[in-house]
């Protein structure tokens, strides 16, 4: 009966293992050949009782495509919800190195924006093909990206998010404690930061009651992005009304995504805390 056992225990582990693959890559905008890097990576979960775009990390200078994108949408394929990496739109390499921007427009707000309420449409126009509850489609998102998955909850497009979990996010471009990559990798250079930008992307100072459900965490030893910026955003979430979840971790730094070896003790449970969270909040619709 042993070996009878050990072929079933291998065939259930290469099914998992099989099951947990990008089944496809798609261009968003079929119709515009200068955006076909703009693309979803499919991990769709049998029977999904949600589903989730999935926008890495990167100062919007560049992608961690693989630590907070591929192992993400992993995770939460292999826990019943299909996700969808989104590599969308960033200031890249070059213009990062030399400045370019301050002369040409490259890749700036709102472009970084329009792709994930693209992406939110595209997933929603083929739920049923997926067999999605169209009524079940929210966006996940680290550090820059989850300013860029906030930034759906504040300024719903065409398809809101049922939900939103921004993930050691960056949040403010005005306050002291602002992440400057960041915000010169969404605005551009000093010439193009104008106040007037600067404000409409800092995300707390545009909150309503009206936003989904936010799914919030962060740690106060985080190197990169200063833990205030979750504390302002938690902050405009309760005056206004939202319901959410801030779950603040005293160690853990930052960029530990999934992983079960980054980060802390402390704070990799997080991602069991989501989902128990998204579980509450699905029944409660």
């Keep these: ?38 693309t979803l990576e499919i991990y769709a979960a049998d029977n999904p009782k949600a589903a989730v775009v999935v926008c890495p990390g990167g100062s919007y200078c560049w992608l961690d495509y693989e630590g907070e994108g591929v192992e993400v ?24 190195f030399t400045h370019y921007r301050a002369l040409f427009r490259g890749n700036v707000a709102p472009d970084m924006y329009n792709d994930g309420q693209q992406a939110l449409q595209w997933v929603a126009s083929n739920a049923s093909r997926y067999g999605i509850p169209p009524s079940k489609i929210g966006i996940i998102g680290f550090s820059a990206g989850g300013h860029m998955a906030m930034s759906q909850a504040v300024y719903p497009g065409d398809v809101r998010p049922a939900f939103a979990a921004p993930i050691y996010p960056v ?15 969404l605005l551009g250079e000093c010439r193009t930061r104008t106040r007037e930008r ?7 100072k545009h909150v309503t009651k009206q936003c989904p459900p936010i799914f919030l965490v ?15 955003l938690d902050s405009a979430l309760t ?5 959410h979840l ?16 980054k980060g802390s003790d402390e704070c990799r449970p997080w991602k069991y805390r989501f989902l128990e969270w998204l579980d509450k909040t699905l029944k409660e619709e």
């Design 218 to 232: 962060n740690c106060v030893d985080d190197p990169v992005v200063d833990y205030r910026n979750s504390v302002l």
């Design 246 to 261: 801030y779950i603040q971790y005293k160690t853990g730094g930052h960029g530990f995504g999934v992983s079960e070896t």
């Design 1 to 38: 009966m042993k070996p009878l056992r050990h072929i079933f225990s291998l065939f259930l582990f290469l099914s998992v293992a099989i099951s947990a693959i990008g089944q496809e890559r798609v261009c968003i905008y079929p119709e515009d050949s200068s955006l076909n890097n703009v």
């Design 73 to 96: 949408a992993k995770f939460l394929q292999l826990n019943g919800i299909s996700a969808f990496v989104l590599r969308y739109r960033v200031a890249g390499w070059w213009a990062w």
């Design 171 to 185: 949040v403010t471009m005005t306050e002291d404690c602002v992440h400057k990559r960041s915000r010169r990798g």
């Design 198 to 204: 600067m404000e409409m992307w800092s995300l707390e």
């Design 239 to 243: 005056a206004a009304g939202v319901d």
